[in-house]
């Protein structure tokens, strides 16, 4: 009894002392018991001991496979006695009860972080010290966060176990589902306690709330850049680090091909129109536009297509109505998943595409193969009739209408048609009075995408369109028109 009372009082001791007197002969992790020394050594021996009975899961951890088990029992012993929130683990009770108190008691000597949990302030230390303790065992790769690891040894066995009952998107992770699925159902779990503002996303939520108070608390210790995001400040590190990402890949053909997208390298041309990309079996395909016939005949107009998929979303967008993919933000509807992707950028504030000669960022790789091109001139599109150049191949498309007076956009509920899409969404929205585009900050509706987005620079301050001559920037074209007959003309 004295023996086990003094090994009790030892363990105690090392929390004050922080003493680790156990080491692991693999990678120099310590501990200050010997216990957890023991689960330790199961993350390099693939040691799962603890099995559940329903689905085969398995587990290094008994405590693990309790939390585990609630999943199929659904049990949720937690309750609030602020709300009627209830949870099946206490990590994910104590996250709650932070809500309402708002109390963040663990603070970061370095940049002043504060959050709620130690665990959260122990991954954020990281950021500080560079420290990677979670090693994947089939390449270099390391992580600072065990979940990053997890995402990583994905790419490694291609298992995606997580498949959504409405569209058949799979992913790797239970979270991301989660998060997927609210596309679906509009649920907008993270709830600002200072406004009536609502998110899908905790991303937008914090966005959101660095509004209310400025916070900014993530900060990069090489320049001093701070930031409300520690996705910004992650992606802000590579601007240092030189990192570029940790892609890998099954085959030495599809890594050869993956730095082009750091590149912007675009090799194989088109002989017919000019038309360049960074992949030679892209320009196979391309080449079909050119030699193949499209033999997909949609039976409710003359449109066809050469892929099926193409039609498929000809019929949804033009003919069913059916948008099956929402943003659970602002209400915004859209039949194509990618839409739907870039249209969430809007409300993250997220522009991954960044232009290596001026700083230009973009939500979408599009806009800045795009946006490259105010750089080098290039104009590879040209008008047999008037001799008319551009950069772009639709812009090309819009341009001959003006000669052959072709107006392809029709509205079904009258006798209006239109040369462009635009002024076609522009007058239907006279039809139906819907507006589904919505700033996040004040509230501004609109008809098309690219009000929002014109609107959206009176907030953020951003000039995208530059005068090559001189210094003036703006944050609309007819602008920068306007100043080039003014100034330069």
């Known amino acids: ?53 329903e689905c085969g899961y398995r587990t290094t951890r008994r405590s693990t496979l309790y939390q585990h088990m609630r999943t199929h029992t659904g049990e949720k012993p937690y309750k609030c006695d602020q709300c009627d929130y209830s949870a099946a683990h206490k990590t994910t009770f104590d996250r709650h009860l932070a809500k309402h108190s708002g109390e963040k008691p663990y603070m970061c000597d370095e940049c002043g972080y504060r959050t ?13 010290t560079g420290e990677k303790p979670y090693k994947c065992d089939q390449c270099d790769y390391s992580a600072a966060q065990k979940i ?33 699925l609210r596309t679906h159902t509009g649920e907008k779990p993270y709830k600002c306690d200072q406004c009536d503002y609502s998110a899908a996303q905790k991303t937008a939520l ?9 916070e900014k ?8 850049y701070k930031t409300a995001l520690k996705s910004k400040l992650s992606r802000h590190m590579t601007s240092h680090t030189g ?19 750091h590149t912007d390298e675009k090799p194989y041309i088109c002989k017919e129109c000019g038309y360049r990309t960074a992949n030679k079996s892209r320009l196979s395909q391309h080449m079909k536009t050119h030699t193949r016939k499209n033999d997909y005949k949609c039976d409710l107009c003359d449109y066809s297509a050469m ?49 290596g000669e001026c700083g230009y960022r973009t939500a979408r790789k599009y806009n800045l193969s795009k946006h490259m ?22 812009v090309l498309s819009r341009h001959v209408r003006t000669h052959t007076g072709e107006k392809p956009y029709k509205c079904d509920q009258c006798d209006y048609s239109a040369a462009q899409k635009i002024p076609l969404e522009l007058h239907m929205a006279k039809h139906t009075g819907e507006k589904p585009y919505m700033c996040g900050i004040c509230g501004y509706r609109a008809a098309i995408k690219s009000h929002l987005i014109q609107h959206m620079r009176t907030h953020t301050g951003e000039k995208p369109h530059k005068c090559d001559q001189c210094e003036y920037s703006a944050a609309q074209k007819p602008s920068l028109d306007r100043h080039y007959q003014a100034k330069h003309s």
């Open 1 to 53: 009894m004295e023996d086990l009372q003094s090994c009790s009082s030892g363990q105690h001791i090392t929390k004050h002392t922080g003493e680790k007197p156990y080491m692991c002969g693999e990678c120099g992790y310590r501990a200050a018991k010997k216990s957890t020394l023991t689960r330790h050594m199961r993350t390099h021996t693939g040691e799962k001991p603890y099995l559940c009975g």
């Open 116 to 128: 709620a949990q130690k665990s959260h302030l122990s991954e954020h230390m990281k950021t500080h």
């Open 148 to 180: 990053s690891l997890d995402q990583h040894l994905a790419k490694h066995t291609g298992e995606k176990p997580y498949l959504c009952e409405h569209c058949g998107y799979k992913t790797t992770k239970h979270s991301h589902l989660s998060r997927h």
């Open 206 to 214: 914090e966005l959101h709330m660095a509004k209310h108070t400025g």
């Open 217 to 224: 608390p993530y900060m990069c210790q090489v320049c001093g």
């Open 243 to 261: 990192d570029k990402c940790d892609y890998s890949a099954a085959r030495k053909s599809s890594l050869d091909k993956h730095p082009v997208k």
């Open 307 to 355: 892929t099926k998929s193409t039609l498929d979303y000809h019929l949804k967008a033009k003919h069913t109505g059916e948008k099956s993919y929402t943003c659970g933000e602002c209400g915004y509807r859209t039949a194509r998943k990618y839409n739907l992707s870039s249209h969430m950028k809007t409300h993250t504030g997220e522009k991954p595409y960044m232009c």
């Open 373 to 394: 091109k105010t750089h080098t001139g290039e104009k590879p599109y040209m008008c047999g009739e008037c001799g008319y150049r551009t950069a772009h191949k639709a």
